[in-house]
C-alpha cells in the first residue's frame, strides 16, 4: 500500500511526469534508431536507458534525475569525440541536482574519457583539449552560480527594503488617517493633549476614562495613549493649517 501510495504522489509530480513523457519519446526515438542503423549498440543503450528511467521513475521520483543525467551522458560519451562537451553539460546538470555525487561522478567521467580516448586511439595533444575545454565550461557554470546567488541575495534585499518601506508607508498613513472618536472619548483626549493628567479631569470617574480610552485606542488601532494624543495633536495641526 505503502508503494503504490507513493507512485499516487510522485505521479502529482508535474515536472516528474514531464521527464517521463520525454523519456517515453526517447526511447522510441532511440529504438527506430537502433533498427534503422543496423543494431548498432549505442542506440540500444540508450534506449534501454529511458526505457529503465520511464519504469523506475514512478517509484523513486525525482531522486533519480541525477543518475538519469549522468548515465545518459557516459551512454552519449563514446560517439562523441574530444572536442563534443555535451556529456560534460549533462554531468554539471547532474551535479547541481544532487551535489554529493560531485567527486563520484568526476572520477568516473575521468576515466571513461581516458578510455575513449584510448580507444580512438587520439593524442595526448586530444586529451589536453577536451579537459581545458571542460575546465572552461566548469569555470562558466561557477561563474553563473556565483551571479545567481548574488542576484538571489539582491532580490532578497530588495524586499527587505520594500516591506521595510512598505510598513513605514502604512505607519504614515495610519498616523495621518483622522481618529475615529466619540464626543466624550474627544472631550477627555483634548484635556490630556492640553498637559492634564487621568485624575484630573473632573467629567468622568477614573474607571469609565480608562475604559473609553481602552476603546478609542482599539477602534484606532493606537499602541497606547501617547499614540492615541499625538495622533490627535497632529490631527489638530492638520485642521489649523
Known sequence: MKVIEKIRQNCKDYLLMQTIFVCVVLAICHTVQFVRSGFVPQAGIRAVLMTCYVIVAPFAGRRCWSPLLFIYGLAILYPNRYYNYTSFCLLLLAVKVRPKCRMPYLLIY???????????????????????????FYFADRQFVKAHCRAKKRCAVLKAQNRQLAEQLEEMQHKNRKLDLTADETLIISQLAAGAEVKEIEEFSENTIYKKLSNARVRNNCVNNSDLVSRYKLQLERESK
Open 110 to 136: 575521468f576515466f571513461s574519457v581516458l578510455v575513449c580516448l584510448i580507444v580512438y586511439k587520439d593524442t595526448f595533444n586530444h586529451a589536453i583539449i577536451h579537459f581545458f575545454g571542460c575546465y572552461l
